[in-house]
């Protein structure tokens, strides 16, 4: 391109046309944008400041709105001693109508192609037209009237090019308005397609495939709060395994290898009302969140086990083991959660969920049945390395205890552990008391290291004796293996098992029953992925005697 020397009293290009388009339809789309809450499938929980949580996938590709100019014309530089040049000049000194300066002047010396000298050009026109619409005194002389119609005839071509421009981005700006689903709601989801299986010698599962879909309704009044409306639908069953300990049969089958998948259950696809919560801050350093309906801990509290926790989602872990710490499973429903953030690298949690809480029935309500209550202190030295510790006191009805997120799905039936460290509470109400630390740590760009451990002593009010439930997993996520936006991750760990139940702890088995679990999720585009993952389990339901078992699962998310 053939450039010549000349004052340069024009701004960019880009920040022409960006003056532009301010005042059309370009206002509009900003403020409809301001106005829907960037919030994905991830919950509050976790701690948008730190690196320590996986990245989240883009659902939109960049694109540029205006296009490119490929017209020859702009190969075509505007000279400085040109009589358009100098007729252009004299008007914006008069009009004042680029604002490239704060002082309105032309300075420095650059080139200027015929699009940039048409921007500038049009400005003008736009700042005269409101001169003669406001009647000033300072109206425009026949001399510059008809030094805009020369200037308006040589540049007619660029003229209708950026108008052009402009009209038509008011007129997709008009459509997104009309079509647009809500000016304060957005919608996002996801679907799951696994297909899974079993091996191992006392192997009575067939190969299923099954499904999950999430609806997310992300409203935002302010664009600080957050009401989470989710409606869900699925067929996931878990597989069926032993139920065997010391040769005793007991009701309902061991829990481990429960998949995140899996954790929704088989309601027939129908869509049910799931999550339904609001968060708003309070001041600078307090979120306050209101959980009407089957709400977690995990909604307002972080779990920092990032690349692996996805909140039973189709892109953490197989397992819904291996998705957190099985303390953030003791208890949920309706209730309150509180965040206190006095400074960037601590924050304290407490919360109060009650499963039942909906119910105005004797012995239940938010007071008079079931309950939990968690508080948690987490700790964030530095940007790549997090620690929290977790204490949970809850109770629970006769047959109503169990690692199931206040589901209260029957006897047994919680969502990780053994078959015993979910039965315990069958014949009496329990009360437990629950400690839990976590940590996770970013050792290099490809490495995250996350583990946890946990405890739980229970304790039978009707029989006055105290149990010991233990769990702990170490696990080892790789993200972008091979690709961007592929993890890569091994977790070796035991699920909640009981031990140590007082007089009655010789009638049943206390094998530890480890967990072994590998996954690959490969990022085929930006809304799909594919898992392959494997799960190993030796000593199911805390018997050695019992076969291992062996679990593969393929599963397809979809997200949008």
Known sequence: MTRYTHSAWLVSPALLVAALLVSTGAAAAEELSQNIPQTGETQLAQVSDLPLSAPANSSFEQSDPLGQVTSVSQLTDVDPTHWAFQALQSLVERYGCIEG??????????????????????????????????????????????????LQEEFAAELATLRGRVDSLEARTAKLEAQQFSTTTKLTG???????????????????????????LNTSFSGRDLLLT???????????????????????????????????????????????????????????????????????????NPFLEDFDGGSGSISAFAQRNPIYRIGGGQGIGLSFKPARSLEITAGYLAPEGSSPLDGRGLFNGSY?????????????????????????????????????????????????????????????????????????????????????????????????????????AFPDAGKRGNVAALVVGVEPYLTNLDELNDLFKDDIPFHVEGFYKIQVTNNISITPGVIWLTAPNQDADNDDIIIGTIRTTFRF
């Open 101 to 150: 300066y704060p002082d309105r002047t032309y300075r420095g010396n650059r080139a200027l192609t015929r699009y940039e000298f048409a921007a500038g050009l049009n400005a003008c026109l736009d700042r005269i037209q409101e001169l003669i619409a406001a009647a000033v005194a300072d109206l425009p002389s026949k001399e510059d009237i008809a030094a805009i119609r020369r």
């Open 190 to 216: 996801e679907a799951i397609f696994a297909l899974t299986d079993s091996f191992g010698e006392d192997n009575d599962n067939n190969t299923v495939f099954q499904n999950r879909v999430r609806l997310n």
């Open 372 to 476: 939990a209550a968690l508080g948690q202190i987490t700790w964030t030295p530095i940007s790549r390395f997090g620690i929290a510790a977790t204490y949970n006191r809850a109770y629970f009805g006769r047959r109503e205890f169990g690692f199931d997120n206040g589901a209260l799905n029957g006897i047994g039936n919680g969502f990780t552990g053994t078959n015993l460290a979910n039965l315990i509470g069958t014949g009496s109400p329990v009360t437990s008391d629950s400690i839990g630390i976590q940590m996770a740590a970013r050792l290099h760009r490809h490495v995250q290291l996350n583990a946890w451990a946990g405890y739980t002593n229970v304790h039978l009010i009707d029989d006055d004796i105290d149990g010991k439930i233990w769990n702990g997993a170490v696990a080892l």
């Open 230 to 304: 989710r409606l869900q639908a699925g067929n996931g069953n878990p597989l069926d395994f032993t139920n065997t300990n010391n040769g005793i049969e007991f009701i309902n089958t061991t829990r481990e290898g429960f998949q995140a998948h899996q954790v929704f259950g088989n309601n027939g696809n129908d869509i049910v009302l799931d999550t339904l919560l609001y968060s708003v801050p309070v001041g600078n350093v307090f979120t306050l969140t209101l959980l009407a309906n089957r709400g977690r801990f995990e909604d307002f509290t972080p779990t920092l």
